[in-house]
């Protein structure tokens, strides 16, 4: 560890220029002198990714459970994922969490006029756990989710927050279907049980966010039109510091920097190729947005490390499909339309295909955890320091039921995961009662109760003899 004696760069450091504000990741020069990492930030707040997918899942009906489509078929840590949607996190299993077969009461229908309304409640219950009201007027009402309560407590300190991203389109207003406002398929934040937070889909509005790249669109435009990176706006600045650095600490700021300007490239070629006027896949999105889902995934997930390695931000919710979606998605071998595909009719081949979809998107997953264990910070790698839950608030999509959904946890969370291990719940389990735990393990120990809970879910390992199906 490189040590500047006697003066050390405050961590809440930034680079300002015209329209620009970069704040840099953690070096060694921001440890006072003779300190070490662990007595500089003792309590260093674990980092939240929350991410939805729609439409639940092959492995939640008895065919799909039967063959391990989503859960593996072992408990405990002895588990296969080979056969199942999860395979591709195998080389994360010592820091992946399987919860299985818990259930959103809050998400079904409670009276008659609710039913069939699945896919317009269901993203609203997701990290809230609460029945939305079902209106199409401006009186919605849902409950405040996880991540919020979470930021809340401990992202205050922070110059944001919390983020909120998206893949697919958002902002459509009023009734959606079925008595239900569109904003509840909008999003999966809710500040307040009244107050839903808007998503972020173009990849450039959440760059230009995290690092000042203008202070008005009018600043914002000029500076594309003059082929500047917003790095271009600091150069002096990031010279100075540089002198002032030791040999490790200029590689880390340079490789930060570097991730920084290749994340800016990535998105100025996305737009340059939009506004060529070659037809589009997805001509409604902005010109930031790719047309391909693995490119416009992969650039959220490195602008959430970028975020969580320069702490602009502890805090993210990621909802990478909206309900009812007909997006086909060829990468995946399966040409059927997502939506369709979902109501496969007990049929075992189109129950098949589904289940090839789940493992496709799921495979979007290791590119995240993949960087963020790239990532140090401090002298631990961000992996070790971030949760990252993954699941859906439907079961059987055919049916549109709730129950027994998907639902992974990834990351250390500071130690505070053991990994390596697969819970399978109770019948009737909430999810409710997997997240009030994921809230205690993040630092809100004081909460008791969270949406329909009954109490918190043993997230502890069993012994080795108790393993098994």
Not at 352 to 375: C, G, K
Not at 413 to 420: P, S
Request: aromatic residues 6%; hydrophobic residues 35%; contains cysteine.
């Amino acid at each position: 560890m490189d040590i500047i004696t006697g003066k050390h760069i405050p961590r809440r450091t930034f680079l300002r220029g015209v329209g620009a504000t970069v704040a840099l990741p953690m070096l060694d020069a921001m440890v006072p002198a003779g300190r070490l990492w662990g007595s500089i930030r003792p309590a260093d707040p674990t980092r939240l990714i929350a991410i939805e997918m729609v439409h639940g899942a092959a492995g939640s009906t008895a065919y799909g459970a039967s063959r391990g489509y989503w859960s593996p078929l072992q408990t405990g840590r002895d588990f296969d994922l080979s056969t199942g949607a999860l395979a591709s996190l195998e080389p994360f299993r010592d820091r992946l969490t399987i919860i299985s077969d818990t259930d959103i009461e809050a998400a079904e229908a409670r009276i008659p006029k609710e039913i069939g309304g699945d896919h317009f409640r269901s993203s609203a219950t997701f990290l809230t756990q609460s029945h939305p009201r079902q209106t199409e007027g401006s009186d919605i009402r849902a409950g405040t989710s996880m991540d919020q309560l979470y930021a809340q407590r401990f992202g205050q300190d922070t110059p944001i927050p919390s983020m909120q991203l998206c893949i697919e389109n958002v902002d459509q207003s009023g009734g959606c279907a079925y008595g239900y406002a569109c904003v509840y398929t909008d999003t999966i934040s809710w500040k307040s049980p009244t107050e839903p937070l808007p998503m972020i889909r173009d990849p450039r509005v959440a760059f230009d966010q995290l690092f000042g790249a203008g202070g008005s669109a009018e600043e914002r435009a000029a500076r594309r039109r003059a082929n500047r990176s917003v790095l271009d706006f600091i150069a002096g600045r990031i010279g100075e510091l540089r002198r002032e650095l030791g040999p490790v600490d200029v590689r880390r700021l340079d490789r930060y920097l570097d991730n920084v300007r290749e994340i800016e490239r990535r998105i100025e070629r996305v737009e340059t190729q939009n506004r060529s006027g070659e037809e589009r896949a997805l001509p409604e999105a902005p010109a930031g947005v790719p047309d391909s889902f693995v490119e416009h995934v992969q650039l959220m997930f490195d602008l959430q490390a970028l975020a969580f390695e320069s702490d602009m931000t502890r805090v993210f919710s990621f909802k990478l499909g909206r309900d009812s979606s007909a997006r086909v998605f060829p990468e995946s071998g399966v040409d059927k339309p997502f939506h369709p595909a979902s109501h496969h009719g007990a049929d075992e081949e189109n129950i098949d295909d589904f289940a090839q979809i789940n493992r496709f998107h799921v495979s979007m997953v290791p590119y995240l955890l993949e960087r963020l264990r790239n990532t140090m910070d401090g002298d631990t790698d961000l992996l070790e320091k971030t949760m990252v839950i993954y699941g859906s608030p439907m079961g059987d999509p055919n049916v549109h039921n709730h129950k027994r959904c998907p639902l992974f946890v990834a990351g250390g969370a500071n130690g505070k995961l053991d990994g390596g291990l697969h819970v399978r719940a109770a019948p009737g389990t909430p999810m409710a009662n997997a997240l009030l735990s994921l809230m205690h393990a993040l630092g809100l120990e004081d909460v008791e109760r969270f949406g329909d809970s009954t109490g918190a879910l043993s997230l502890a390992a069993p012994d080795a003899s108790a393993a098994g199906s």
